[in-house]
C-alpha cells in the first residue's frame, strides 16, 4: 500500500536571529526564530540602511531597566520592523534620525513599565506606525519629527503624542481606548499642520484630543466618548479647523476652545456633555476671536455653546436644542455675527450678560432675523428706528434704537425678555415677560421710554435677578406695571441704578399695585 503524504513546511529567508543582536548588513532581512528575554539596553541594535527586522510573532520580553529598548536605531534610514511582540519596561521601537521607515503590526505591552514608550521617535521624518497593537504604551514623535503616519493603531491605556515642532503629520484611523496613567488620547503639543482624522477615542481621564501651541492644525471625522473632562481641547492654536466630529458623554465640554483666534467649527455634532456646573456642548474661552462656528448640531447637554470674553467671531446654522440650562450664551463677549441658527428646549435659549461689568461691547452684536427660539424670531436689532414688533416675537434686543415699539407678545425663557441698549424715545407696552433668568426688562442708558401695561414674573436665576432694571437710564415711564410672584432668590420687582423716572403710575405709595423702586 503507497500513501500520498504532503507537508508544508516555512522556508525562512535572511539571517535567523534568536537573541539580541546587532544588525548591521545593510539591504538585509533578519528573521527572529524564537522568544526570549532579555536585559540588555539595546537588544536589537540596528547599525545600518535598510533593514528589517521580522519577530514572525515571537516575543521579545525586558526584564530590565525603563532606558532600555528592544529594536533601536540612530542615524540610519529605511528601517522595517515587523511582526515583533515586545514586553517593555522601556521602548518598544526607539528610533533616532532616522528617516523613511516603517513600523508595521506589532504588538507592544508596557503594562508593567510606568512611562513605558511603543513607539519613540525623535527627529524622524517620513516613517509609518501602521497596524500596531499597544497596551499601556505611547506613539510619541518629538522634536522635529515631521511627516510621519501614525495609522491604524490600536491603543489601550496609552497616549499618541506629537510635540516640539512635529510637524505635518497624520494620524488617521486609530483606535485609543483609555488613557492609562497619561490625560489625553491624542495630544499635539507645539507643533503645526498636522491631519488628526478618523480616530476613535473613548474613556479619558481628561482630554480625548488635545492641541496646545500649536497652528493650523486639522482635526476631522473623530469620534471621541465619554472623555472624563472635554471630548476636544484648543489652547492657544489659531486656524484650527474642527469639522465633522462626533463628541458624546465628555463631562465638562464637548469642544474647548481658548485663546485660539480665526478657528472654524463646522459640521460637528456633540450631545450629552454634562456635569453640575458645567457640561458645555462647545465652549469658547477668553481670547478665541475671528472665528467661525457653524453647522453644528448641539444637542442634551447642559448648555449648548458659549462664548465668553471673545470678539469678531461668526455663529450661525446651528441646530442647538434640548439642552437642559442654556442654548447659546454670550458672556461679556463683543462684536459677534449671529445669523440663522435654531435654539430651542432650553431652560435658557438665548442667555447674554455683561455680568454686572455693563460696557456698550458687550452689546454690539450683529444678529440677521433667521435666529428662533422655540420657533419664534430672536430679535436683536441695532440702530433700528420707527418701527413696531407686535407678533412672531420671542426675544427682543434693541441697540441703539429710536422711536420703537415692542407690544402685545409673551416672552420667556431667556436671560431678559427685552433688552433696550443706548435706546431712545421707545416703548414697552402690553408684554408678559415670564421665567427668564437675570431680568424681565433692562433698559441701559436709555432715555424716554414707556413701559406700560405689562406683567413681570418669575426672574429666577440669582439674588441679583430683577423684574425691571433700569441702569443709567433716565426720564422714563413706568405705568400699570405688575412684578408679583418673584422668587425668593429676586429681591427686586423693580431697580433703579443711577437712574430716574419721569413718572409712575399707580402711584409708588399704593404698595398693592407698585413697588417703590430702589435706588443705588
Known sequence: EVKNTSETREILIGIQVSDCSALNQTGMLYCLNQSFNSTIQKCMQIDNNSITLDCKGHNITDSGWMSNNAVYAKNYNNITVKNCYFAVMGDGVYLENSNFSNIINNSMDASFGWGSTGVYIKNGDNNTIEDNHIIFGIIYLYSDSDNNAIEDNYIREGTIYVVTNSDNNTIINNNCNGTGMDMYSIQITSSDENIIMHNRVRDSSMYGISVSSS???????????????????????????????????????????????????????????????????????????????????????????????????????????????????????????????????????????????????????????????????????????????????????????????????????????????????????????????????????????????????????????????????NYNELENIETSDQTSLSRKGIRLYYSCLLYTSPSPRDLSTSRMPSSA
Request: proline share 1%.
Open 215 to 473: 497652528d493650523k492644525n486639522i482635526i476631522m471625522h473623530n469620534t471621541a466618548q465619554n472623555c472624563w473632562d472635554m471630548g476636544l481641547y484648543i489652547s492657544n492654536s489659531p486656524y484650527t479647523v474642527i469639522a465633522n466630529n462626533t463628541i458624546d458623554h465628555s463631562s465638562t465640554y464637548g469642544i474647548y476652545l481658548s485663546s485660539s483666534d480665526y478657528a472654524v467649527i463646522a459640521n460637528n455634532t456633540v450631545t450629552d456633555t454634562y456635569s453640575s456646573g458645567d457640561g458645555y456642548g462647545m465652549y469658547i474661552d477668553f481670547g478665541s476671536d475671528h472665528g467661525r462656528f457653524s453647522n453644528n448640531n448641539i444637542s442634551n447637554n447642559r448648555a449648548g455653546i458659549y462664548l465668553r470674553s471673545s470678539a469678531n467671531n461668526t455663529v450661525e446654522d446651528n441646530l442647538i436644542f434640548e439642552n437642559s440650562y442654556m442654548g447659546l450664551g454670550l458672556y461679556q463677549s463683543s462684536y459677534h455675527t449671529i445669523n440663522n441658527n435654531t435654539i430651542r428646549n432650553s431652560s435658557y435659549n438665548f442667555y447674554i450678560t455683561d455680568d454686572n461689568s455693563p460696557q456698550d461691547s458687550y452689546y454690539n452684536h450683529t444678529f440677521d432675523l433667521n435666529n428662533t427660539v422655540d420657533g419664534k424670531t430672536l430679535y436683536y436689532l441695532k440702530e433700528e428706528s420707527d418701527a413696531v414688533y407686535d407678533n412672531d416675537v420671542g426675544f427682543f434686543g434693541c441697540v441703539w434704537c429710536s422711536n420703537v415699539t415692542i407690544k402685545d407678545v409673551n416672552l420667556k425663557n431667556n436671560s431678559h425678555a427685552v433688552i433696550f441698549w443706548r435706546t431712545e424715545n421707545s416703548s414697552i407696552e402690553n408684554i408678559t415677560a415670564m421665567s427668564n433668568a437675570l431680568y424681565g426688562i433692562y433698559l441701559g442708558y436709555s432715555n424716554h421710554t414707556t413701559i406700560a401695561n405689562s406683567i413681570v414674573r418669575k426672574t429666577l436665576e440669582s439674588s441679583s435677578a430683577t423684574g425691571i432694571e433700569l441702569y443709567h437710564s
